[in-house]
């Protein structure tokens, strides 16, 4: 299983990004998505997740900034992530749990990582 994730890039504060990450490869089902961050000399920290029946968790930090979604048929999760502020730079990564055929446990995959940089 490959997650490619993109958009990333440079923005300034107040403005906004869209990330992206599309799972590809042997899936059957994908239990779960989500997104992470991680600053410079700072662990990597969950920002937002997505479970396949719906439910949604936010970070303190982002809830009525960000938004989590996922389009089920492009196996693909989305972060909408509006009114930046310097303190969301960071690389951000997608995890997904995904159960694959013929596979009797879930397993969890990342991908490369995209960054994200708030300055004027």
């Known amino acids: 299983v490959q997650l490619q994730a993109s958009g990333g890039g440079l923005v300034q504060p107040g403005g906004s990004l869209r990330l992206s990450c599309a799972a590809s490869?042997?899936?059957?089902?994908?239990?779960?998505m989500y997104w992470y961050r991680q600053a410079p000399g700072k662990q990597r920290e969950l920002v937002a997740g997505i479970i396949s029946d719906g439910r949604i968790n936010y970070a303190n930090s982002v809830k009525g900034r960000f938004t989590i979604s996922r389009d089920n048929v492009q196996n693909t999760v989305y972060l909408q992530m509006n009114i930046l502020t310097p303190e969301d730079t960071a690389v951000y990564y997608c995890?997904?749990?995904?159960?694959?055929?013929?596979?009797?446990?879930?397993?969890?995959?990342w991908g490369q990582g995209t960054q994200v940089t708030v300055s004027s």
């Open positions: 995890n997904a749990n995904v159960r694959s055929p013929g596979v009797s446990a879930n397993r969890n995959y």
């Open positions: 490869g042997s899936i059957f089902r994908i239990n779960a």
